[in-house]
């Protein structure tokens, strides 16, 4: 696939040739993709049609068309689920853990990925085990409840503060980073702390917005956690808030499609907020000159 | 260990010290927890506070390793997990690559592609099976209406275990393929756009570029997504909550677990809490991935070593 | 770079002094009271915790009766707290544990161990019970209001009363569609032969014969459970039998069982039934579009408030083709209430139950649920109560409430139609007897 080439500088006799080539190539990536977003797209399509029905509506066909565009179903979502005490909370619970996890991450996933400590293998592979322990949902229930941190909001963010997940993608993006940028730094006089967030935190940045993105979308969706950990009400995340749409024998699903959709809205926001980030990658120029 | 460069005598402490308070988080968020499961998994816990606990050493690994015909089920369960991390991480790593190369050009719109394939992983596996519950549904749905067209019946999540289980797999690599995607996206940004131009100029062919610089500078990205794949599709059993149930020849040992601990075994909701035994299940769970994981890490770390020095 | 960093840090400064802030302000749950000192319920302010189960008609009746409980007692708030069923149990024992609950559902008590039963852990419930953490309510006022059948057979332990039960539902019924019956000028079936030949009629004229949730897993085999009732009558005596050897799953009786369950199976039930999702098949059932829906007395109010004029009728599924066997009702105890010992409310968890089980709140709440009642003067004034009358002196507690299982036990060790192709993977009765047999001996070895 000649697409891969990030330029098109070829020399004048080859250029129609090389021009005809990647076109082809275009055309083909285009064709590929969009065949792999109709299998997405479609899908997704449930969820948007599903929350324009009205229940009965719903009940007779789940996969038909609607018949009318019943966009009270989100006004009735956000009303009934009392979205906007229940978003604050979700927000400030996801906000400060990742905050908090991200920049901590960092500072563990560094001096592994460089070997700055002692044992920087052993720790990496601890991490790494701790991607197959078992989810110990009762023992650290116990735990937290021992520790006062029952039905509490900041017990609650606790429980997010490690992923191991992301220290295994941010210790083999900093792999990338060349020793030189180190060595070059502490020559002019740079510490250890301000060399990790001056020049490391901006360098990692896809990295880091990739961790974010996973991690904050983790914590948004949780739902068993605030059931156990959370029984005061104003203590509520949005998921909680859904019960209300939840039935024994059944949902009101399109209610609960319209909450859901309200309710991704904000991930969403910030996936194509991050996603420059991601897709920002300084390190290509980093060691020049 | 690399040379350090930023100080010494005290200042040596600095990475230490601004690696305590995660590893702290770790140590009691996760790995106490867990240590406390494995306690467990020598009791008959019920896991409610007050009620007698007894220390009953190996017999519950006895139970769900060699006790009667449910053992059977639990290695048969074992199998079935094997062949869907199999599948699942194959697939869904190559498609995630390409995914990744595609969307990784100027072409107009890429944003919009990533944002699409990146949606599942935004809605959570619940929603997730919710979708694909309604898409598959056998009695007119709309997969089952353009199957109709061609002639073609199924029942889908409903059908034989083949079946339910083969659309489990394509539900989560569905589902998780725009996070192989990203990884591999941010992989790519590492590698610098003047490789590319020297390889044009040496006259390199599309695939000899992607196989001599592209494929060996992504050997981090790589890595990553390839023990993120295994262990995840190892421990998976969410989506088989949501689509199919608790149905027999289905199951795969991260559901086994969660029911058999939560008494979802059938549609009674007073059955049995057994921390203890669900305890010692996902302790035999953790030494499957722990048996396959550390080696395949391994592996990954030596050819890392090789390919980028 | 620099202002980078302090910008991060100076957000995260802000988050924590909001979070500290909000943990502050909120009321804290009132487990901070020294347990004993029960204020009695008209002096002190009390936050009375109760956690249910969702169900919108229960939710919905719940929180008029906590209005109405507010107001008789102005000093008690009602703090009830809704979730999912299959989280019931576990946030019932954390927050038993977290002593953060004062009245709480439960379903009714079964699944007790028996003497004939090796090596089996106790139901839940009865751990609960062990580790002192739910209320005696022996000699409450309010248990009398009930039936002292249902308060032997669904709220005691050892002699004392722990669970008042609110009522029970069948679940080995079928519904029928009036309409469709008449059109086809088929009679009501009250034999096996009766129901098979119904069927037949139907799916000559194009119409399907049966519709479950079969999505779900569960609808279809417990669909299937009047036919187990119609062969085994004495389903208690069915599960000593199966455990004592005295009864085998692959013995003359058994294979007749099989026999019609893979008949209802492959037959009866419509092929696409394993892909409707449970709370999609009473509506599937009321649009007209198949004759019969084999399911519990919950689905009543899910059918009328489908189709509000749909005329059905609801009879015990013919398993036998002598129709005296054919009267009895299977089904269970559902959800009840229990009080959480160490709770610091006791006086006001007590009152609360008094009112509740006051047998005018009580009617109101079986016409907002559907329950059949367990109260003696409670009627169910709705068409499934209608429905269900006749038949009430014959109903019986289910197999599924007093089976536990062998441990070592396979996973085929149930009577569950839903073994059989389509929805499973066995098309012989024989070869599926054989195994679920087997299954069970297995465990039954393993434990000698």
């Known amino acids: 696939m000649s697409t891969l080439t990030t330029g098109e500088t070829a020399s004048p006799p080859t250029r129609r040739a090389a021009a005809r080539r990647i076109a082809w190539a275009r055309i083909g990536a285009y064709v590929l993709l969009s065949l792999f977003a109709i299998v997405y797209v479609g899908p997704l399509m449930m969820l948007v049609i599903t929350s324009l029905k009205s229940m009965p509506e719903f009940m007779k066909s789940a996969t038909a068309l609607p018949t009318s565009l019943r966009f009270e179903n989100f006004v009735e979502a956000w009303e009934k689920a009392n979205f906007l005490r229940y978003l604050t909370n979700t927000l400030i619970y996801t906000v400060s853990a990742t905050a908090i996890y991200v920049v901590t991450a960092v500072f563990v996933a560094f001096p592994i990925s460089r070997g700055y400590v002692r044992g920087a293998g052993w720790l990496l592979t601890l991490y790494i085990i701790a991607l197959f322990l078992p989810v110990a949902l009762i023992p650290q229930f116990q735990l937290m409840l021992n520790l006062g941190l029952y039905n509490n909001p900041v017990g609650y963010v606790m429980l997010f503060l490690v992923n191991p997940i992301g220290i295994v993608i941010l210790v083999n993006y900093i792999k990338t980073l060349p020793l030189e940028l180190d060595e070059a730094a502490a020559m002019d006089g740079c510490g250890y702390l301000r060399f990790v967030t001056s020049i490391v935190f901006p360098l990692i940045q896809p990295a880091i917005a990739t961790i974010a993105v996973l991690h904050a979308i983790g914590i948004w969706n949780e739902l068993i956690l605030p059931t156990i950990y959370l029984t005061n009400k104003d203590y509520y995340p949005i998921t909680r808030g859904m019960i209300v749409f939840q039935g024994v024998y059944g949902s009101n699903w399109p209610t609960l499609a319209a909450a859901v959709l309200i309710m991704t809205l904000p991930m969403l926001v910030l996936f194509l907020v991050l996603q420059r980030y991601i897709v920002s990658g300084l390190t290509a120029g980093a060691v020049k000159g | ?309 | 770079m620099v202002n980078q960093r302090s910008t991060l840090f100076g957000a995260l400064l802000a988050l924590v002094l909001l979070l500290s802030a909000c943990g502050a302000s909120s009321p804290t749950a009132p487990a901070a009271q020294a347990p004993g000192t029960a204020a009695p319920a008209g002096a002190a302010p009390v936050t009375l915790r109760v956690l249910v189960h969702q169900n919108p008609p229960m939710v919905e009746f719940m929180e008029q009766f906590n209005q109405r409980f507010q107001a008789t007692y102005p000093n008690v708030k009602v703090d009830m707290t809704v979730v999912n069923a299959n989280e019931l149990s576990t946030v019932t024992q954390t927050r038993l544990t977290a002593n953060d609950v004062d009245v709480i559902d439960i379903f009714g008590f079964s699944n007790q161990a028996q003497p004939y039963m090796k090596n089996v852990t106790p139901p839940n419930w009865q751990t609960l019970i062990e580790a002192g953490l739910l209320l005696d309510l022996t000699d409450q006022p309010f248990v009398k209001n009930y039936d002292p059948a249902a308060i032997a057979d669904a709220g005691t332990y050892n002699g004392k009363v722990y669970q008042v039960n609110l009522g029970r539902v069948s679940y080995s019924g079928i519904y029928y569609n009036k309409d469709l019956f008449a059109a086809n000028n088929v009679a009501v079936p009250t034999t096996w032969s009766e129901l098979v030949a119904a069927c037949a009629t139907f799916k000559a004229a194009g119409i399907e014969c049966m519709t479950a949730g079969g999505k779900d897993g569960w609808p279809i085999f417990v669909g299937a459970y009047g036919l187990i009732g119609a062969m085994y009558p004495d389903q208690a005596g069915l599960v000593e039998g199966l455990w004592t050897g005295s009864i085998a799953w692959n013995d003359a009786k058994a294979l007749d069982m099989w026999s019609k369950m893979q008949i209802y199976a492959r037959d009866m039930m419509e092929r696409g039934a394993s892909g409707i999702a449970g709370d999609a098949a009473p509506g599937r059932f009321a649009s007209g579009a198949v004759a019969m829906f084999p399911g519990g007395t919950w689905y009543a109010s899910a059918i009328e408030a489908a189709e509000p004029d749909f005329e059905w009728g609801y009879i015990p599924f013919p398993g036998s083709d002598n129709p005296d066997e054919n009267k009895y009702l299977f089904g269970k105890y559902d959800q009840g209430w229990a009080i959480a010992a160490n709770t610091p409310n006791k006086e006001a968890a007590l009152a609360y139950l008094a009112a509740f089980s006051d047998p005018a709140n009580y009617q109101a709440f079986i016409n907002a649920v559907g329950f059949i009642p367990t109260q003696p003067g409670a009627t169910l004034d709705t068409r499934i109560g209608a429905a269900v009358a006749p038949y009430l002196a014959n109903f019986r507690v289910g197999y599924e409430q007093y089976w536990v299982a062998p441990k070592g036990a396979g996973e085929y060790a149930n009577p569950y139609a839903s073994y059989f192709q389509p929805f499973g993977t066995y098309n012989d009765v024989q070869t599926l007897a054989d195994k679920v047999q087997a299954d069970l001996q297995s465990g039954l070895d393993a434990n000698q």
């Open chain 2, 1 to 309: 260990m690399n040379n350090y460069h930023f100080g010494r005598g005290w200042a040596r402490l600095a990475p230490y010290l601004l690696l305590l308070p995660g590893f702290l988080f770790y140590l009691v968020i996760m790995l106490g927890p867990a240590i406390a499961t494995g306690f467990y998994s020598f009791t008959d816990a019920s896991g409610i506070q007050g009620a007698k606990v007894n220390w009953i050493g190996l017999e519950n690994y006895r139970e769900f390793l060699f006790m009667g015909q449910a053992s059977r089920d639990n290695y048969a369960a074992l199998v079935r997990t094997l062949i869907f991390c199999f599948f699942v991480t194959t697939i869904q790593f190559s498609l995630g690559l390409l995914l990744a190369l595609l969307v990784n050009q100027r072409l107009r719109g890429v944003n919009i592609f990533r944002t699409i394939f990146f949606m599942p992983v935004i809605l959570g596996a619940v929603i997730q099976g919710l979708i694909w519950s309604l898409f598959l549904y056998p009695l007119g749905g709309p997969l089952a209406t353009i199957l109709g067209l061609f002639g073609i019946r199924s029942e889908f999540l409903g059908g034989q275990p083949a079946e339910a289980m083969a659309w489990v797999i394509f539900v989560q690599i569905w589902a998780n393929l725009g996070i192989t995607m990203m990884i591999f996206i941010a992989g790519l940004q590492t590698i610098p756009g003047d490789l590319y131009e020297s390889a044009r100029i040496d006259g390199a062919t599309g695939w000899q570029a992607f196989r001599n610089v592209t494929w060996p500078l992504l050997t981090p990205s790589v890595n990553t997504n390839l023990l993120l794949n295994i262990i995840g599709s190892l421990q998976a059993w969410q989506l088989f909550l949501v689509l199919i149930g608790y149905r027999n020849g289905t199951q795969v040992l991260g559901y086994l677990i969660f029911a058999q601990g939560f008494g979802q075994t059938s549609g009674s909701v007073t059955s049995a809490f057994r921390q203890g035994y669900a305890a010692a299940a996902s302790i035999v769970l953790f030494f499957l991935v722990l048996v396959i994981g550390l080696p395949v890490q391994y592996f990954l770390q030596q050819r890392e070593r090789r390919i980028l020095g």
